[in-house]
């Protein structure tokens, strides 16, 4: 999603319409892809350009944040390993995270 967000922000839109994910599997790895149209958005209407410049005012919105992964799920533990499994600060081999 924040490819997609920059390179709508690159191409000077500032929205992205039709937004849809996509999905599969290559063995045991798995994909996620985003599509969107990206678009320039310009309110018409007198309430449209009343409610786009409180928006302007206001700032972000909370969902508008820059987008970010969180994968600290592969980042090196300093446990102690379990009995019998792999050593501390190692990912085990096994299905992808998403399942």
Not at 14 to 43: H, K, L
Not at 84 to 94: I, K, L, R
Request: glycine share 10%; proline share 14%.
């Amino acid at each position: 999603m924040a490819r997609m967000v920059a390179e709508a922000q690159r191409r000077g839109s500032n929205a992205i319409i039709a937004m849809r994910f996509d999905s599969g599997a290559i063995g045991q790895w798995s994909e996620i892809c985003a599509y969107g149209t990206a678009v320039y958005v310009q309110p018409v209407t007198e309430i449209a350009q009343q409610q786009f410049e409180a928006l302007q005012r206001e700032g972000p919105l909370p969902h508008q944040r820059p987008y970010a992964p969180n994968v600290s799920e592969w980042q090196p533990t300093t446990a102690a390993p379990a009995p019998g499994g792999p050593p501390a600060g190692t990912v085990p081999p096994g299905p992808s995270p998403t399942g």
